[in-house]
């Protein structure tokens, strides 16, 4: 089946960041097999021909960190401090299970790829059901089990994520769609031996390792007085900060932690809009970038960012970083689509397969339409997508050569993912409410 | 004629925050009659009922600082150092006319209706158009001709806003939703007696008067090295800083700023999004609040903050505020819904017409649906609109008890809007890709 879409103002985001104004794009199965400017002869070979009507074409975009099974927490107690202690933690071990986590990725990951996200990677619980969802409904997801101190809702034992992880990587390892990795849940609610243990668990099945690195005030604190380390310099001491790691966040790292990651090759999920709205502070990314670290953008969980797409966080990225440094001319619209899409890939170490649109990579497409009010005049592409553009201009989305949304229209019922959702969730909602009041 | 609206999750925004879960209200022409419960005999008596399916609704918003006919430069030169004068000036000199800023504010108004902004505050060039496309389109505007010290599009002399704003206010100073005012540029881009005599002809004809202020960093050099003032301290010095007096802006304002400007009950239009983008700084509206100054949203020009909803700039808004602080707790979800309504109707000094859901009231309302897949759950409705939504939500916009958007389509012609828009804009965009070539 080849598949052709003319009419397209291409944003390729390869090394060049080559545009094609009026460009054409082909597809062959799962792989692009054409990006350029419109060929005639090449175009009669196509099976089924797509007018872009002038709208851009970019390639999937990368949310590096994610826990979207939490959709069920979104608009919850959002301005309560310490809100992971007092509602997301008690919530998560009383009433999360299989079929809410099932339920809750279903609708996620259809909001996801509404928005123009391709690849998500996840961290929770009952990654199996999450990574079950992926399956059913084409999506490319890097999926971690979470390891942490406690009894969880999938494991009745402190840990038993080290377990669940071994067995879900051997699950999952050939999917065409679903990458398994293990997701220790922080450095300080992890002892070292977890972390060790969790580590040893990506060398042996060679996933990647995710994990929340130097994002709470109390965690500095805590290895500060415990180790007189940063958490940075920690995993270091102990091993684990390697080129397998994507530690998300990274709000409070210093010259000596970003030289380290650089060395070691660690690379960044930056969850700016979370990171905003909980008042933790802003991730020095600028650094990061110039000492050769890789960075690429995450949404956090619908309970921390409230929504899952990546528009929202290109905006408040550029936004943050510009203020931060008081400089306008600080990371080019172009270098933030950059974020979003390749350097996201490469994060994951997926770059070889996705995050441009390159002959031979996987056909991981967006479309974003020009014809609404917001997204006119347009003298720069990546001016538009970054400053003007939001969730609902996404007309299409092609994952791995499937069209998951046409003319903004899920080929996935979202009626009935919400309903299914809705019934999963009245104990959870209840209780919610409860402890709201409680609060 | 009577219309109702049922089963809407009314958000009144009233002085005690009243809501209605299961929500009716009833306008009678362009006055709201009822607000309340589901009242069954007093349903018997609408012309007209309108399901709002559990939609939210709220007061019209109310965008206190734009430049509405800027839209031919959005996308242009974002990430430019000084853009103002080196894109801005130049080309308005060269390129601005009296059809294009007809054409434009067409077209951004119909933006900002889309997005359920109801009313505007703008200060541009050729005033009376921008009051025509209004009148035309059922907008309310509260609008002011620029004054600036060097001839412009629309003046051959300086300071001819001067004239051209009596003879405006004298024009538009009855009409029902026309409220014009007189707008001089910038404390540094005006002498004294240039701004004390638009501060005249605003006492003369009992109107506000609105300028950026303390916006730029080389104007704060400028008022320390010729004044050892600040620009607030300027201003007052002169007798400009009064109640009449919307300062936009305001990023860099110290506590004496604050209690002055307190004091003299001046307000403040916040356009948070257009300072981050160019690096500028975050504005204090914290301690503002603090001092007792009425703050509310603004979007700044299409060309700065790119959107004209304020749905980007309440969510950024808080952001920066919760970052700036390192407090979550800070600007909870309902009072950055307040400065978008009811604390920007003060700034415009039309709290008695507008800014909140009460009987007796004009009849400006946002219907926000809660169908699409971002809004779900919502425990917190203010949560929902701050964290969650975008412009896209808005389904359904009233003002003035005319409904000028229903089920997300404009009673007017935006395809016609558009190509008159692109008709006008030829030049402009001709010499505009130039400009960008020479820079």
Known sequence: MKTLIK???????????????????????DQITYVGDYDALLAEDADEVIDAMG????????????????????????????????YLFPLEIECMNASLVYEAARYGILEMQRSGVTTFLDMYYFEEEVARACDEMQMRGVLGETVINFPTCDCEEAYGGLDYSENFIRNWKSHELVTPIIAPHATNTNDASALKAAHEIAKTYDTLISMHVAEMDYEMKEFRENYN?????????IGVLSDRLVAAHCIHVNE?????????????????????????????IKEMVQHGITVGLGTDGPSSGNTLDLFTQMKTTVYAQKTHYKDRSLFKAEEILKLATIEGAKVLKMDEKIGSLEVGKKADLVLIETNSVNMFPIYDPYSAIVYSANASNVDSVWINGVRVLKEKQSIFNQQEIKEALMQEMKIFKQRAIERSKEL
């Not at 826990?67 to 107690?77: A, D, E, K, Q, T």
């Not at 380390?229 to 001491?237: F, N």
């Open 256 to 284: 000596h932690d970003m030289k380290l990651m650089a060395a070691r090759g660690t690379s960044v999920a930056h969850c700016v809009g979370s990171n905003m709205k909980a008042g933790k502070g802003i991730s020095p």
């Open 229 to 237: 380390m940063t958490p940075v310099e920690y995993l270091d001491s």
């Open 7 to 29: 009419n397209a103002w291409i944003l390729t985001m390869d090394q060049a960041l080559s545009t094609y104004p009026q460009g054409m794009l082909m597809m062959e199965d």
């Open 55 to 86: 709208g851009l074409l970019i390639p999937g975009m990368v949310n590096t960190h994610a826990h979207v099974s939490m959709i069920p927490f979104r608009s919850l107690g959002d301005d309560c401090p310490d809100r992971l202690r007092r």
